[in-house]
């Protein structure tokens, strides 16, 4: 028989295009056909079926685990750590709550989080430490890159493609994921008042976060992108996804000490002397965020409201050293996988932790200090392997930090 013009009857390619030529009864399939049509029917079950077993087991722990697992990866925030793991816990309750027959059931409500807190204090490590400890899908998002639907930049229902792709497009996994909305403060309204003009990344998007809040049933693409009649979409009902919102709201403190000190007229002098200066934020309220710029209908659905207090000396040298994903330890490790031992002087770490102050960049500061000082020695000790021993001075540190674009950093 003569297999000159066998081709393949879904990409019509030549059988001496492919590698390999399946023959059917009535016609060919050729191995590219063979591979996407797999990668088609994978996505189509673990989005129908919830086939993806990874998310199946969730670890519902009592408020009290839950802060000691965050204790392990966050310094200090007592508070916060506090209020989180309570609404966390609240929440999941809820969902796992079971319907007793012949009683009329109360309906527990959402207990979304508002995070309000300066950057880096770690408002973004806890909700991914909490969602990693439960075994829940997590994703994060950014909330400056939304805009109304059908405006340059996403919508707001892409925060759920994350969350779904997260969930490896299982859907009954991702109806009971945590999605972290970052920057919040960057969609507030410019005044107190309803704006005149169309608001599309800032009033507008809190509109559009409204539902998701809440509780709805949203029909987003699951490769994301913009929605088309032909597309085929997911439904997902938001009403058991935790929403945890945080942002560093910069300005509020103001707003805060003008609202406490007009509360007490004829007492000014005793308020102000009352009032923590330092940590204002700890009296953080609704009304707050209402002058900042966020809408009441959007205050109404993130019921929750915590605040993270500004880090110390103490704290900034404690999440050096403590945590279980530490800057030290991170680098220790590096190290070692080379075959070498790196170690610190105490004197390092305080020198670190004074320029982080100086900077005022929080947590994330460290970082960039640490790398300034490291960068010589990762550059070079992989290829000369003749030290085994590596010891950080605070002389080689504060050496390298005057040369490092860091010193030209200069506090506002």
Do not use: W
Not at 191 to 218: A, M, Y
Not at 258 to 263: F, H
Not at 279 to 294: A, E, R
Not at 344 to 351: N, Q, R, S, T
């Amino acid at each position: 028989m003569e297999n000159k013009n066998i081709k393949c009857s879904f990409c019509n390619r030549d059988k001496k295009e492919v590698s390999v030529m399946i023959a059917g009864i009535t016609g060919h399939i050729c191995n590219f056909c063979i591979e996407q049509a797999f990668q088609l029917v994978k996505t189509e079950n673990a989005a129908s079926s919830g086939a993806n077993a990874k998310f199946n087991t969730m670890k519902l722990l009592k408020p009290i685990e839950i802060k000691k697992h965050i204790d392990e990866y966050v310094i200090g925030q007592d508070e916060a750590k506090k209020v989180l793991s309570v609404a966390v816990y609240n929440h999941y309750k809820r969902i796992n709550q079971k319907q007793v027959k012949g009683i009329e059931e109360i309906e527990i409500e959402k207990s979304n989080v508002i995070m309000v807190g300066e950057t880096g204090t770690g408002k973004t490590l806890m909700a991914r430490t909490i969602a990693k400890i439960l075994n829940v899908p997590f994703c994060i998002a950014d909330a400056t890159v939304l805009t109304e639907a059908g405006y340059v930049g996403e919508d707001v229902e892409s925060v759920l493609v994350r969350l779904l792709q997260a969930a490896d497009y299982d859907v009954a996994a991702a109806e009971k994921g945590i999605v972290f909305i970052d920057e919040l403060d960057k969609i507030a309204r410019k005044g107190d008042n309803p704006s005149i003009t169309r608001d599309v990344s800032g009033e507008g998007v809190q509109q559009g976060l409204l539902k998701l809040l809440e509780g709805s049933i949203v029909n987003v693409p699951p490769q994301g992108g913009r929605k088309h009649p032909e597309q085929k979409l997911v439904a997902i009902n938001t009403k058991n996804i935790l929403f945890i919102c945080g942002g560093a709201f910069d300005g509020i403190d103001k707003k805060i000490e003008r609202r406490m000190n007009s509360q007490a007229i004829g007492y000014k002098t005793k308020r102000e002397e009352e009032m923590d200066k330092d940590n204002i934020l700890q009296y953080v309220s609704p009304q707050d965020l209402k002058s900042f710029g966020l809408i009441p209908e959007l205050i109404g659905r993130l019921p929750v409201l915590t605040y993270l207090n500004p880090l110390d000396k103490s704290a900034l040298r404690r999440i050096l050293t403590e945590p279980k994903n530490s800057l030290v330890k991170q680098y220790v490790k590096l190290f070692e996988i080379d075959g070498i031992d790196l170690s610190f002087d105490k004197a390092v770490l305080d020198l670190i932790v004074e320029k982080a102050l100086e900077f005022k960049l929080g947590a994330r500061g460290l970082r960039s200090i640490c790398e300034a000082i490291m960068i010589d020695a990762m550059f070079e000790t992989p290829t000369n392997k003749a030290d085994k021993d590596i010891k950080i001075t605070a002389t080689y540190a504060a050496d390298k930090l005057k040369k490092s674009v860091l010193k030209k950093l200069k506090v506002a």
